[in-house]
């Protein structure tokens, strides 16, 4: 009878683990909160519906935000290789200061940086671990 009252409570717990995981994935995906990236499209759509927009204006307030993206674009081509200069003089510092088994280490994290900044963009700083 005890060993039944065990399986009964595990099996409540694991079943409010995935009911609470799903309502919680579900909130987030749907409301918007998990998705990552600012889309153009999103943002007219919004603004349509909010502003009560007319077909008219919506398609010239696309044209405004592609124009914008395109300079931001261009003004990103042009102040990255600064960004890039301020971090590799970081870097070569860091390097000066740890020793062959923590420069590897470290070597190997930039190489990911990197990587991720390659794939999606601009990375915020990494926080300490508590």
Known sequence: MKRRAYVYFALTFVLGLVIGATGMYSY?????RW????????VVDY???ELSLSQDQAQQL???MAATDKQESE???QIEPQFQAIRDEARAETRKLLN???LQKFNAMVKR????????GPLPPPHPPK
């Open 100 to 102: 062959a088994q923590q």
């Open 113 to 120: 940086w990197d990587a991720k900044r390659k794939k999606h």
């Open 75 to 77: 003004l990103h081509d």
């Open 47 to 49: 603004l349509q519906h």
């Open 35 to 42: 998705h990552h990236r600012f889309s153009r499209h999103h």
């Open 28 to 32: 987030g995906w749907y409301t918007g």
């Open 62 to 64: 696309q044209q405004i």
